[in-house]
């Protein structure tokens, strides 16, 4: 009888006492995802360098765009835990003097390729001055800057792409802008456009496989490195894009 009276008085486990958060969940799966993501992309690069034995024209293009493929679902897994690491409050820059000239030639330059086969033309401009450095994260500094102009050109509008790139030197900073004539954003989306995943209609429809982590991620980088980041409506067509970063009071 007495065993019978503890049952009834023992609490039921709850299952859902210690439920993890959301940031907690996606680094955990992100992280579990990047060793055989690595594994398959190691594997197409020694297919494709024929390490394995000679294939055809065909076997390399289906090679090349399984490749590429992996290479975008890796980039989202680091997006995943960029995101998760900002949450929480663990993301660390390594902020030291660089230029951002260097920073943006070497990112147009890796991208021409693409920007002639898209119908676009790009334009760099900035001061005849040398320009002082900034002080900023060189990778994920990077990273914006190809963003930036990575969206300018998948979203570009039917017909003739262009993007004018400039630098310039505002007080103590260092002023970058992204201009084109691309789809544009909605007014009514402004608002959301540093949220994380948004993305409009017309973008998505454009391009399906986007996570809409890319702003966010631009914005979290730029304001821990003591910089702004924001957007204009182009007057004609598309949109401007702007950050600043503060000029090293140091070059160490």
Not at 46 to 63: H, T, W
Not at 74 to 80: C, G, R
Not at 242 to 247: A, D, E, G, K, S
């Amino acid at each position: 009888m007495e065993k019978n009276n503890r049952r009834k008085t023992e609490s039921p486990i709850n299952i859902y006492a210690k439920r993890p958060k959301i940031s907690e969940v996606i680094s955990v799966v992100a992280h579990q995802l990047r060793h055989p993501i690595s594994v398959i992309k190691n594997y197409l690069e020694a297919l494709i360098s024929q390490d394995f034995g000679k294939i055809n024209q065909k076997q390399e293009e289906y090679l090349q765009d399984a490749l590429y493929n992996v290479k975008r679902m890796a980039e989202h897994v680091d997006h995943l835990l960029d995101v998760s690491r900002v949450e929480e409050g663990n993301y660390a820059l390594k902020l030291k003097p660089l230029s951002l000239e260097e920073i943006t030639k070497p990112v147009i330059k890796d991208l021409a390729l693409w920007i002639e086969a898209s119908n676009c033309e790009i334009s760099f401009k900035k001061s005849t001055e040398v320009l002082p450095k900034v002080l900023a994260d060189p990778i994920k500094t990077r990273e914006v800057v190809e963003n930036l102009i990575t969206n300018t050109i998948k979203y570009k509008k039917a017909g003739r792409g262009k993007i004018e790139i400039s630098l310039e030197k505002k007080g103590n900073q260092i002023l970058f802008s992204c201009k084109d004539n691309g789809i544009g954003i909605p007014r009514e989306d402004f608002k959301k456009v540093f949220t994380k995943f948004y993305r409009s209609e017309e973008a998505m429809e454009m391009d399906p496989s986007g996570f809409g982590l890319g702003l966010y991620l631009n914005r979290a980088i730029i304001e821990l490195s003591g910089g702004k980041i924001w957007f204009s409506k182009n007057k004609d067509f598309g949109m401007i894009f702007y950050f600043t970063l503060p000029i090293a009071k140091k070059e160490t």
